[in-house]
């Protein structure tokens, strides 16, 4: 049988059936064998899969149900009108979907990879009140942005090695409770077994060797590819030498950055700082006293009417209700009450 050579970069539309052929022959299926599965033509498969003609919605939705493509699929259908994104963007986001190991370096803002729903959401509305994108565009990046992160579930899911300027865990985005909330995501993701996080510390920012922010991909043929962007465009490097180049940056970048568990710990106490930031509505607090309460020694009361809300616990002294009180994260108070 005649196989027609792909050419993913020649457009939007071969981009998006180059993944979906990947995926196909990934799970060894013909065209016929997945349009049986979710109800279609293997000579309808075959159109999409040429770039021959743009799929509906509901085509995606159903081949990305019948691959098991938890939604990456779906996510790349929404790169087909681009009109949100950097030129050279799409390209990396076809490649990245069925890359076997994602290595990144981001500076600034926490990776779209690697970004919560509503952190993504006042990320894009930021611009969308600045007038650099409209409404519509930015329910199209954060559209994508899901999409990007549904390989992450799939039962054989991709490497992801994340090193992160410290700039990334200290910018506030949208509020101090959704940047926190943002963190907790980091720590949760970093415990997966595929996933590694690394920050580099700012007292380390003479030793980086990158000033952009950098993605690396190795292919499931073990090919390299590069992306980068400037403040105008992406760009998609195929060049082996010169990305070859860019690994072994990246090597050193490793090597200068925090280790993992040393990373955590900076990230949860970046995320208590936060914590300690968050406006609490005090009317709305119910306060309980300690066992000890009544003894009259120096005991204290707290407050959980905010622990599933703003993940924090309220401490104050019981003799002095009406004075400052303290703002603990969860998890610490949990720790603590758990010690004792």
């Known amino acids: 049988m005649r196989i027609n050579r792909l050419d993913p970069s020649s457009s939007p539309l071969a981009a ?10 990934r799970e060894r299926l013909t065209q016929e064998q997945l349009g049986h599965r979710a109800g279609y033509t293997g000579a309808y498969v075959s159109l999409i899969e040429n770039g021959k003609r743009r799929p509906p919605v509901e085509f995606v939705r159903d081949v990305d149900r019948a691959l098991g493509a938890a939604g990456a699929l779906e996510g790349a259908w929404w790169m087909l009108g681009h009109t949100a994104f950097y030129e050279g963007f799409p390209e990396y986001v076809g490649l990245e979907a069925t890359a076997r190991r994602i290595r990144v370096w981001e500076i600034g803002i926490s990776p779209g990879i690697a970004q919560t ?3 993504a959401r006042a990320v894009h509305g930021s611009y969308v009140e600045r007038g650099a994108v409209t409404v519509e565009q930015a329910a199209e990046r954060v559209g994508v942005l899901l999409g990007r992160q549904a390989p992450l579930s799939l039962p054989n899911p991709p490497e992801l090695h994340m090193v992160l300027d410290e700039s ?8 101090p409770e959704v940047a926190a909330r943002q963190l907790a995501w980091l720590a949760e993701l970093s ?27 190795t292919m499931a043929d073990g090919s390299l590819v590069g992306y980068t962007e400037t403040h105008q465009r992406g760009y998609v490097e ?40 968050l406006p609490v509505d005090l009317p709305k607090a ?18 959980t009417a905010f622990a599933e809300s703003a993940g924090v616990v309220l401490v104050r002294d019981s003799k002095d209700p009406e004075g400052a009180y303290l703002t603990v994260p969860v998890s610490a108070w949990s720790a603590f009450a758990g010690a004792v």
């Open 191 to 217: 415990a997966r077994p595929n996933v590694i996080l690394q920050v580099m510390p700012f007292a380390g920012g003479a030793r980086r060797p990158y000033r952009q922010p950098v993605y690396l991909l």
């Open 16 to 25: 998006f059936g180059w993944q979906l052929r990947e995926r196909r022959r």
């Open 168 to 175: 990334c865990i200290r910018t506030v985005i949208g509020s």
């Open 286 to 303: 119910s306060w309980f006293k300690s066992s000890y309460s009544d003894s009259g020694g120096a005991c204290v009361e707290i407050s």
């Open 117 to 119: 729903e509503e952190f």
């Open 238 to 277: 195929r060049e082996s030498e010169i990305v070859a180049g860019w690994v072994d940056d990246y090597h050193r970048l490793q090597a200068e950055a925090l280790p993992p568990a040393d990373s955590l710990v900076l990230i949860s106490k970046v995320r208590k700082d936060l914590c300690n930031m």
